[in-house]
């Protein structure tokens, strides 16, 4: 090992900075309008407390859990996050072969900057596919079905986008080149010969040039996303996939009774890393009320703002199954490459280690409520 790796997300953040782009950093990292969220997201977290217990035998830590009866090391999948190829020029099939190298689920994004076939062949590993839903739905079938037959094991619907919030991608020279970046993996096959080789390339050919006049990515998403996807839309989706499905983007508890109702199976609170409606809540400040309503009847996972191993911790302590983490492996494949997303999966795996061991928790299921101190619980 390099002596001076870093030593924390914050750290790989920090280089990620560094080594990005101004444009290609400030998309990865910025929220929705004043970005209220994307603090609280962060910030909701800092405010809940450990209840250790001590005179535990730690001595063997267990932390791996089951997901539709697939076995993980750990409680950590990769959120699905677009453009990889804005990190580093191997974009999804780098990231993919990080999580494979640590047994953990990625999540690949309908936005994905490789084909899915190429990451699918990439490596071994299981892996679920995020999608949106297009007015052309055959577009979105499509892909579901290309994902289907490449092995993908589940399909997140991502349900809190029926159109784009705009903010991220202003202005619209940046927005165009980050258009380019993402949609270039599966979304415009007539436009593959351009294939983004490195970020370099995101400053010329077809895509490259400055538009004033609205934002393409902008124009694209007005174009493409529906924004009348509808509960009963979920009847369709089933129709066309015997991929379980998962709600990605429920925060609270009216929906997750809708969504159980609908026969899902599961539930992601989240709210797509703080980048779509600025005071949504928090997703952890949402999760308790989402378990309580999905009463166990299908398992619930949150993302946003997990930066830590106890980060981690709490989510499972307040009745996560799992968590997915974004920012935090797009900034490690930004800083260095496959081996940095593989490191920052395994920062978070040894400090929820470590966090289970000072807790008294020997397998994750002894994580449980009385484990942490919410600010209600304070009160
Ligand atoms: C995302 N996210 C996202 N979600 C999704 O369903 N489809 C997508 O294509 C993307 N793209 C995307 C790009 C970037 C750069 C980011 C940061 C996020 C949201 C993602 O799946 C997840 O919900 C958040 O990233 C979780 O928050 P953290 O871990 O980034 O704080």
Redesign the pocket.
């Known amino acids: 090992m390099e002596d001076n790796l870093p030593v924390n997300v914050r750290e790989y953040q920090e280089l990620a900075k560094k080594a990005l782009p101004k444009m290609a950093y400030d ?4 929220g929705a309008e004043d970005e209220h969220t ?1 603090r609280e ?2 910030a909701a977290y800092t405010r809940i407390i450990l209840r250790p217990r001590v005179l535990v035998d730690v001595s063997k830590i267990d932390m791996s859990t089951t997901l539709l009866g697939y076995t993980m090391r750990s409680p950590i999948i990769v ?5 990889h190829k ?1 990190a580093h020029p191997e974009g999804e099939k780098a990231t993919a072969r990080a999580a494979a190298s640590c047994n953990a689920i990625m ?1 690949l ?4 900057s490789c084909k899915i076939e190429d990451v699918a062949s990439s490596c071994n590993a299981i892996r679920f596919y ?1 999608l ?1 839903v297009y007015k052309n739905r055959n577009v979105s079938a499509t892909l579901v079905r290309r994902a289907e037959s490449c092995g993908f094991k589940a399909l ?1 619907l ?1 349900v ?2 029926p159109m784009l919030e705009k903010g991220i991608f202003y202005p619209a020279s940046i927005s165009n080149r980050i258009y380019t970046a ?1 949609e270039i993996g599966n979304l415009a096959p007539q436009t593959t010969q351009f294939e983004i080789r490195s970020i370099g390339d995101l400053n010329s050919g077809p895509f490259g040039t400055t538009q004033t006049n609205g934002s393409q990515l902008e124009r694209f998403a007005r174009a493409t996303l529906d924004p009348s996807l509808s509960w009963k839309d979920i009847e369709w989706l089933k129709s066309i996939t015997s991929m379980p499905i998962f709600l ?2 429920i925060v609270t508890a009216e929906d997750a009774r809708r969504a159980v109702e609908a026969g899902v199976a599961g539930v ?1 609170v ?6 779509q409606l600025d005071y949504a809540p928090a ?1 952890i400040a949402a999760l308790e009320e989402v378990v309580r309503a999905v009463a166990g009847a299908v398992p619930v996972l949150v ?5 830590r191993g106890t980060d981690v911790f709490k989510a499972l302590a307040l009745g996560a199954r799992a968590v ?5 492996v ?1 900034f490690g494949l930004a800083a260095r490459g496959e081996a940095g997303a593989r490191h920052v999966i395994e920062m978070l795996n040894g400090e929820l280690e470590v966090a289970m061991a000072l807790c008294g928790c020997r397998s994750v299921g002894e994580i449980t409520r009385s484990h942490v101190m919410t600010e209600g619980d304070r009160i």
């Open positions: 998309y990865i990292n910025g994307l997201n962060i959120a699905p996050t677009g453009g804005l999540v994004s309908f936005s994905s995020q949106y997140l991502t809190d986008t993402i990605k983007g992601i989240s709210n797509h890393g703080a980048r997703t993302d946003g703002g997990i930066r997915m983490v974004g920012r935090p797009f």
